[in-house]
């Protein structure tokens, strides 16, 4: 099995619903989202899955989120459950899709991968 992977990025707000922590304040990340397909490179392309093709269903949805307040889409907007989110919402145009990985800074993040 071989694993492609596509990253994205988008700046966001968002803050945690939980009194008195310090990020229930609302506040804003440069997140980076990595997209990981697994599979067999098909015998014509030698992709798992072409990046344009990643790119027109990813975008779409970077764009609804970028420079937005993401509680409006994802009511407990932790990093676990924006990649529990995006996993939801992406494997149904990419049944392949492995693992996403999403990250708030560069030392804190959440993974969800298919078990």
């Given at each position: 099995m071989?694993?492609?992977?596509?990253?994205?990025?988008f700046?966001?707000?968002h803050n945690l619903l939980i009194e008195g922590h310090p990020?229930?304040?609302?506040h804003g990340h440069n997140y980076k989202l990595r997209i990981e397909v697994e599979g067999e490179p098909d015998k014509e392309t030698g992709m798992i899955m072409d990046f344009d093709d990643m790119k027109?269903?990813?975008?779409?949805?970077?764009?609804?989120?970028d420079h937005n307040?993401?509680?409006n889409f994802i009511d407990i907007s932790t990093s676990e459950?924006?990649?529990?989110?995006?996993?939801?919402t992406l494997i149904k145009d990419i049944p392949n899709l492995y693992r996403i990985e999403i990250r708030e800074t560069?030392?804190?993040g959440a993974i969800w991968q298919r078990s």
């Open positions: 071989i694993i492609a992977f596509k990253e994205f990025k700046c966001a707000a990020c229930s304040v609302i027109k269903i990813v975008n779409p949805i970077i764009n609804k989120f307040y993401l509680n459950n924006i990649a529990f989110w995006f996993f939801q560069d030392t804190c």
